[in-house]
């Protein structure tokens, strides 16, 4: 096929209509078909979309991730957070905790993983990735407690995962290369990629409000957003910091200080992203080598397991700490599985950091472990995960039932 990107893009929403159509019918979510339609046009069977190929496209799932973050900093309105409580951050904390914990000790004591291999994977499971689980609460017009609880937990876990990840990153690189470092010198590294994210995104905001507090028409608005938008993304890449928490502290700030303009930048965002963010779970399930699944073995049946249950305990325990409604505590754990995001960014940066010449053959084996990891069990929690948020949203009763006849 002539490497056309246009070419590209038309087969790829072409399909992604037909499974859509599908996946209404047989009504499964249409984010489980979209990852599975990935992997069947990848590498592991079709191979239309080739590595190179998926190169090429990554622009597109950055858009997707930013548009997804945004739509979470709408949600994350003061008063919600305020009647949602401490059991917010209870439900963050555990189950950040508890995935970190978890897989570090099951790979460590029952599986006899290499101790920095149990630890890069332990961080990595801290992260939850919230474009599923989000793309699910859309796609059924969810809403009630459950569904407030889990959008601030998402958008809040990316701070989590990221300081656990620094922590854990200087600590393994250190052992490598047999030098220390300080802890002082770890909390100000995450404290300071947090803070510019979150600043990034507070500054965007209030300059976006004062430009457009008393313009009406949705053209410019529309242009003015995507222009804030992009220009967040970019900017939060050459400073290497979180895009995610960027556009989420943007979206935050907006609705709590411009309630129309929020209004009309959600809805705006709200018609643009099924575009992206179809690609981005095809893209995402294209990603995965079936191949590989002999080369991580039982390694990655382990930690797909150990992740699951220190993600669902934790954030159990973190709903019954916080006193949550009996529906989140029973029920919250359900929507946290999904890892593509946040998880596979960490695992490249770990792929970028430990391939450097300094780290030698070990870093680099142990880069294509997690790599590797992360891939094949990603794919399943893609898959699972969305059939788990939608179950809980069900038995919650927030889900709008003309979505589910």
């Known amino acids: 096929m002539p490497d056309n990107i246009f070419l590209y893009l038309a087969i790829i929403f072409t399909t992604a209509y037909a499974i859509k159509l599908l996946t ?11 990852v599975i339609l990935g992997v069947i046009l990848g590498v592991s069977a079709v191979n239309l979309l080739t590595p190179d190929m998926l190169n090429k496209f990554s622009s597109l799932s950055t858009i997707a991730l930013g548009m997804i973050a945004f739509t979470i900093g709408i949600e994350l309105k003061t008063d ?51 474009a599923a689980t989000v793309a699910v609460i859309r ?33 393994v690189s250190s052992r490598i290369l047999g030098t220390s470092i300080s802890v002082s010198v770890m909390i100000l590294g995450a404290l300071i990629s947090i803070i510019e994210a979150v600043g990034l995104g507070i500054v965007s905001a209030i300059i976006y409000v004062l430009i457009l507090k008393k313009i009406k028409n949705n053209e410019q608005i529309m242009l003015l957003l995507v222009a804030f938008l992009m220009g967040l993304l970019g900017i939060a890449e050459i400073l290497g910091v979180s895009e995610l928490l ?18 009309k930048s959600a809805n705006i965002v709200i ?7 179809t690609a981005f779970f095809i ?50 754990g359900f929507a ?53 948020t939608r179950y809980a949203l069900q038995k919650a009763g927030e889900v709008n039932q003309s979505d589910t006849d």
């Open 80 to 130: 919600v957070i305020k009647s949602l409580g401490k059991s917010i951050f209870a439900i963050v904390i555990c189950e950040s905790l508890g995935a970190f914990l978890v897989v570090t000790l099951v790979l460590n004591y029952i599986y006899h993983a290499d101790p920095n291999t149990t630890l890069l994977l332990g961080a990595v499971a801290s992260a939850t990735a919230p």
């Open 271 to 277: 018609s643009l992203s099924p575009i992206f963010i």
């Open 246 to 263: 960027a556009a989420m502290a943007f979206g935050a700030v907006l609705v709590n200080t411009s309630p129309v303009l929020s209004k």
């Open 139 to 171: 796609q059924y017009k969810a809403k009630g407690p459950l569904t407030s609880t889990i959008l601030a937990v998402v958008g809040l876990d990316d701070a989590a995962a990221l300081i656990i990840y620094v922590f854990v990153e200087g600590f």
């Open 336 to 388: 946290l599985l999904p890892q593509v995001g946040v998880a596979l960014a960490l695992a490249l940066a770990i792929n970028k950091e430990f391939t450097l010449p300094q780290y030698g053959l070990e870093g680099a084996t142990l880069a294509k472990v997690v790599i590797n990891v992360l891939l094949f069990t990603t794919i399943i929690t893609e898959i699972v995960g969305p059939l788990l």
């Open 24 to 34: 209404n019918k047989i009504k499964v979510p249409e984010v489980t078909g979209f």
């Open 283 to 332: 893209l995402g399930g294209a990603h995965l080598d079936i191949s590989l699944i002999k080369n991580i073995g039982v390694l990655g049946l382990w930690y797909f397991v150990a992740r699951s249950i220190g993600k669902t305990g934790g954030a159990t325990l973190g709903a019954n700490i916080g006193k949550a409604p009996k529906t989140v505590r029973s029920l919250v």
